[in-house]
């Protein structure tokens, strides 16, 4: 399709719109240590980042994934720990707030489909004051983790949209991938997660190193 033809664009968050890496894999070695479990490495921490809390747990740590309890407490521990108690700084993207109301000036809907907890993401908002941005936001606690494309399917019913009308931004194969199952156009971010060529497999129509040139593609294409 035409990309003069999107009316939306769905944001990813961790990754894509907020730097905050570092800061989510202490929380996850933080949870693992207090939890006597394996503390793994950076690299091996990050890649889970884009889905939801309980499946990046188990996938992290399939021995514990049917044991009673388990997985949640890591859980619990991870957003203790993240929310309230690390030190390790984040924040924003460069450009990213004034991408956002460019945006918005530009007559584009704005949304954010995340793996954040509803908690996390609504705290984070308001922190960065982010929120007035968007018109909807998702996560899994009220829809399903990525890469389901059940968040997208929400978003579009709040608009009446059909998949061609949005666009799906994110840094990570979950976010590629949840856009590709629904058969909407994807752009990937590289200041994130994962490598240009994961990204690439998942053939979206446009990538950027930055958010500015992100801008740009999508104001030159604004309806």
Do not use: C
């Amino acid at each position: 399709m035409s990309r003069a033809q999107y009316r939306g664009v769905i944001f990813d968050w961790d990754g894509t719109l907020m730097n905050s890496e570092a800061r989510i894999v202490a929380a996850i070695q933080y949870a693992a240590m207090q939890n006597g479990l394996p503390v793994l490495s950076e690299h091996d921490s990050k890649q889970i980042i884009g889905l939801s809390l309980h499946n990046a747990v188990a996938r992290l740590y399939p021995d514990i994934a049917d044991k009673n309890g388990a997985i949640q407490a890591v859980a619990d521990a991870y957003t203790e720990h993240f929310l309230h108690q690390s030190t390790v700084p984040m924040m924003p993207f460069p450009f990213a707030g004034e991408m956002l109301e460019a945006l918005l000036d530009h007559g584009y809907k704005l949304a954010v489909a995340t793996g954040k907890s509803r908690r996390g993401l609504d705290e984070v908002l308001k922190l960065t004051g982010f929120g007035r941005f968007f018109d909807i936001t998702r996560t899994p606690v009220e829809s399903a983790s990525k890469p389901d494309p059940l968040m997208l399917r929400q978003i579009l019913t709040h608009w009446n949209w059909a998949p061609e009308q949005a666009v799906m931004v994110g840094d990570t194969t979950f976010d590629m991938e949840m856009a590709a199952n629904l058969g909407m156009d994807r752009i990937a971010l590289h200041h994130g997660v994962h490598q240009p060529a994961q990204l690439a497999e998942f053939k979206p129509v446009a990538s950027f190193n930055d958010l500015s040139a992100l801008q740009n593609y999508l104001l030159e294409s604004a309806v």
